[in-house]
């Protein structure tokens, strides 16, 4: 069978070291906004990448004041894939949503030196060639993540249609093929600051990571992200941003968003966890403490730029850009559209833009884009992607994974940590 010439392949990754680290994948769904159709798509496609669904993380968000029908769709997608699904159910929060993306990384991710790649169920990344080597590349660059710039992706004519089912195939190129075209995101062109932030805040700066127009979508499991994913936090950013802002003033707390203060959640994180393995900026320049062991800093960006492609604007997801612009609209009334819609403040610089495109969208007309889109290489595979998976679980079986829910290999997961500080003591 076709898996098994691929498994072989793998095994020979294995003995030259190429694969060295495990990767899981991290995804949110919001069971209000349309997650039940695009999540088959969404898990095949990283499923083919090759992230084994037993590390496959997926937090599904539903508001308890809406129609469960949807949530219990997801519900049955999860089981029938044996992923690990954990579900969010209480108004949505930016804060709230932050909090439980913690707490679930924390929960299944046990050793420091995985890698998670994040990735909303809208978010295809588009990795050009495996994935794995691409985290071996960063590692021995002692890299602690990887970045990428949105790209939207479109209908033919730039009208909003539905999300096709999932083929008896299983073909990646499936979502693709309906949304053939490519345009840069307008989300771009907002200031690179939390939204849900007032202006005044920030005083630590930029985050680390931070590379205009561009997310972090995979980062080492030493590091946390930021709410909106600009930037990994250093050891010394973590302990303001992490914290619940009670020794500061309100207007410098960089986490006060529109929900209210921020709980503090620097005892989810592995900052809390393994504080004497970070350098921080205090810490002496000598940083070698052991026989190669190195102290965890967040500096390294990997040099690999990782385009995100989404599938936003289908028929089935428009009512998360309504959401949306009721959340930012400032004086703006989300209702008005023309010059009366152009005339108020609302708190993004793409609100008005993205404003016009969800009227056009809902009503049924072409959505005017950027002249910068184009129709180049569709994403995806075009074959059965079922070989592709096949083989990663097969191979992952081989390394006689004991544990679904903490995918623990022997000797490994658990013991690496330990290992090190014998060395250090030692």
């Not at 900052?271 to 070698?288: G, I, N, V």
């Not at 609302?346 to 495109?357: V, Y």
């Not at 191979?395 to 500080?421: A, C, H, M, Y």
Request: proline letters at 6%; a neutral charge; hydrophobic letters at 35%.
């Amino acid at each position: 069978m076709r898996w098994r010439v691929i498994l072989a392949f793998l095994s020979i990754l294995v003995s030259s070291h190429v694969v060295g680290q495990r990767i899981w994948l991290y995804g949110y769904v919001s069971a209000d906004q349309g997650g039940e159709v695009l999540l088959p798509h969404f898990i095949n496609h990283y499923h083919q990448l090759g992230i084994t669904y037993r590390r496959m993380l997926i937090l599904v968000h539903h508001d308890p004041d809406r129609s469960r029908e949807s949530l219990e769709r997801i519900a049955t997608i999860c089981h029938g894939y044996m992923l690990e699904c954990r579900f969010w159910e209480e108004p949505f929060s930016v804060e709230g949503q932050y909090r439980e993306h913690l707490k679930m990384l924390k929960d299944f991710v046990y050793d420091p030196y995985d890698w998670i790649l994040y990735a909303n169920v809208n978010e295809f990344h588009d990795w050009e060639g495996n994935i794995k080597y691409a985290v071996e590349k960063a590692n021995r660059k002692r890299a602690y993540y990887i970045t990428g710039p949105y790209v939207d992706r479109f209908s033919g004519d730039f009208r909003a249609i539905s999300v096709p089912a999932m083929s008896d195939g299983r073909k990646t190129g499936d979502v693709f093929d309906t949304f053939p075209v490519r345009c840069p995101s307008p989300e771009i062109i907002d200031r690179y600051t939390d939204p849900d932030a007032p202006p005044a805040t920030q005083p630590y700066g930029e985050p680390i990571g931070h590379h205009p127009g561009s997310k972090v979508v995979a980062f080492r499991n030493s590091m946390r992200v930021t709410r909106l994913r600009d930037g990994v936090l250093s050891p010394d950013e973590a302990k303001v941003y992490l914290s619940n802002c009670s020794t500061i003033e309100p207007r410098l707390c960089p986490r006060m968003s529109l929900d209210g203060p921020p709980e503090d959640l620097y005892h989810l994180t592995p900052y809390a966890m393994y504080q004497s393995q970070y350098r921080y900026k205090d810490t002496p320049l000598k940083e070698e403490i052991g026989i190669n062991i190195t102290l965890w800093h967040a500096l390294e960006w990997a040099g690999i730029q990782v385009p995100i492609h989404r599938i936003d604007w289908a028929k089935e997801v428009l009512s998360k850009h309504r959401e949306w612009l009721e959340r930012y609209k400032g004086t703006c009334i989300v209702e008005r559209q023309g010059a009366q819609l152009q005339q108020c403040s609302p708190l993004l610089a793409s609100w008005h833009e993205k404003a016009r495109m969800y009227h056009d969208a809902v009503s049924g007309r072409q959505m005017k884009v950027s002249e910068m889109c184009d129709r180049g290489r569709l994403l995806g595979f075009d074959t059965n992607t079922l070989d592709m998976g096949l083989a990663w679980e097969e191979f992952e079986t081989s390394l006689k994974v004991v544990s679904k829910v903490r995918n623990s290999i022997k000797g490994d997961s658990r013991t690496r940590l330990e290992n090190i500080k014998k060395k250090i003591h030692h």
